[in-house]
């Protein structure tokens, strides 16, 4: 029982101290690569070690100068970093002499650029999107590879090779660990929350039955997007996006019902609304708008969610800011999906006629051809409007579109209702 | 999961049920435990809170509401703040508490919050009864 106890507590230190401790190691060696392994064999060390000596005050600080001693041996066998060895070397004597607590503070001030470093490497566009996502669960998480399998319902071995895989990208290809700046930040950041946002909604897509493969894979990324607003604190759009998944995670009780069906977000009961995400929420959009430069794509996804939030019922809905929210939203990333979300808004704001003349103007578009939402809205806004005939017929095709029995089920029923009064 | 740290201040404060703010050197370290919470991504919310000597209980008893003010003398254990975390694990909550910048006789207690899943399906249906009825509405 001892040893358990000392393991369960092995592995929560891993958990807090390992991206702090990767990113310093890369800090030192200049490749990620190496800087993981050297963690894991700092973590193979205590793993051997804390059963018996007991977990030291300092973990952290045990981990780090573990790994560092690796570190020297590593150098002196690879002749191409001997370089880096004195400076090391003389690290090191500094960490053995100094108190865990001073080393700290003196580390400090970098730790936070070199996580954030981390971060942006895990991410780097040379990677592929399965790469930067499995890297930044894996480094930054302190996820095992058994358990990102697990969570993209992938074999082991597949993540286990793309982790060393990445990892001989980033070397080759001598990726600098560094956090961008200027103009190439602003052009790699939309990577890093994209690989945020894809974490979140692999678990959010979930539907309630196989939630439990997908170990809270939002728990996951709203870490992350927690951790990135406080490393990144003047970026509107990390604010954006983590004031997004707030949002969205709040209404995690109220998307399913009691057997596991989902629930649209205006029939949900809004008394299962997680209050306190939803006030977390409001404030991270609060701070992105302060920021201002106005707002981006996920500030602007964020602001949509917030109207919803802010309704206590559904008739409350302030669906004229939406419909403009969303005019905003196609301005800086025009998609015929947004067009749709737009119309609906519109339709809600100023009527079913203004909505079903959007909504025309999407008819054709070759991206929604297979799209069972458009015939689905468009079907919706001619009932409200009295054309039952076209109704039907927008309805019956919607149902021949989706890949969902259930949902093919209720726009059936639907049409059968269209035809009956029309 | 979800983890309420409970501070149980000792020593003096314990005794006495009563305080003022802290002392600067104090809140320092807390404020620097506190932004560590923060930047490893799992503090959700926290608060401390005002002495028992200024606070006052309720109790109920043989169908009737008693109020007492404080400081309130048979209390063994006063609440003097709390964290409010996300992590993944007890011994994640634990760890964390370890961390924390207690004074001689503090302690910090860690429990687990309820989510709605961890209760019966007769008990959520009771939860739900309470609650106002959806409003309807045809939008999509």
Known sequence: ?422 | MRFMMLMLPGGELQETGDWGPPPAEAVGEMTKYNEELTNAGVLLALDGLQPPSKGARVSFAGGTKKVTDGPFAEAKEIVGGYWLIDVKSKDEAVEWASRCPGGEGDVVEVRQVFEMSDFPEDVQAAAELSEEPPEQTQAR
Not at chain 1, 211 to 235: F, S
């Open chain 1, 1 to 422: 029982m001892a040893s358990d106890a000392v393991g369960g507590s092995i592995d929560a230190v891993w958990r807090i101290e390992s991206p702090r401790l990767i990113a310093g190691l890369a800090r030192l060696t200049g490749d990620v690569g190496v800087a993981e392994d050297l963690a894991q064999d700092a973590l193979v060390a205590a793993l051997e070690k804390w059963p018996q000596s007991g977990v030291p005050d300092n973990p952290g600080a045990w981990l780090m100068a573990t790994a560092k001693h690796r570190a020297i041996d590593l150098f002196r066998r690879n002749e191409r970093l001997a370089r880096k060895q004195e400076e090391l070397a003389h690290d090191v004597g500094l960490a053995l002499a100094m108190d865990g607590a001073d080393l700290d503070a003196a580390l400090d001030d970098e730790i936070g650029d070199d996580l954030l470093a981390l971060i942006f490497t895990c991410c780097h566009p040379v990677l592929s999107t399965d790469s930067r996502v499995t890297l930044t669960l894996r480094m930054l998480g302190g996820l095992t590879t058994e358990e990102i399998a697990r969570s993209f319902l992938t074999a082991e071995p597949t993540i286990a090779q793309r982790i060393v895989r990445a990892k001989r990208t980033l070397g080759a290809t001598r990726v600098p660990f560094e956090v961008p700046s200027g103009e190439e930040l602003a052009e790699r950041l939309p990577s890093v929350l994209g690989v945020v946002y894809l974490i979140f909604n692999e678990g959010y897509a979930a539907t309630a039955g196989d939630d439990w493969m997908r170990p809270g894979l939002t728990d996951e990324a709203l870490r992350l997007g927690r951790i990135l607003a406080a490393l990144a604190p003047d970026e509107p759009e990390v604010h954006g996006l983590l004031a997004l998944m707030e949002i969205q995670a709040s209404r995690m009780r109220a998307r399913t019902d009691a057997v596991g069906n989902p629930v649209l977000l205006l029939d949900q009961d809004r008394s299962r609304w997680d209050p306190l995400l939803i006030r977390r929420g409001l404030a991270e959009l609060d701070r992105a708008q302060q920021l201002g430069g106005g707002l981006g794509p996920y500030a602007l996804q964020a602001a949509i969610a917030a109207c919803h939030a802010r309704a206590r019922v559904a008739d409350d809905t302030d669906w004229a800011t939406i419909a403009a929210l969303y005019d905003a939203l196609a301005q800086l990333s025009p998609s015929p999906v947004v067009e749709l979300n737009r119309a609906v808004a519109v339709s809600m704001a100023f009527g079913p006629a203004a909505g079903l003349e959007l909504v025309d103007q999407l008819v054709g578009e070759p991206s929604l051809e297979r799209y069972h939402l458009l015939p689905s809205v468009c079907g919706d806004l001619l009932a409200k409007l009295g054309r039952h005939d076209e109704a039907r017929a927008e309805f019956e095709r919607a149902a021949s579109l989706t890949q969902n029995a259930r949902e093919r089920a209720l726009l059936l029923e639907r049409a059968a209702v269209s035809g009956g009064s029309g």
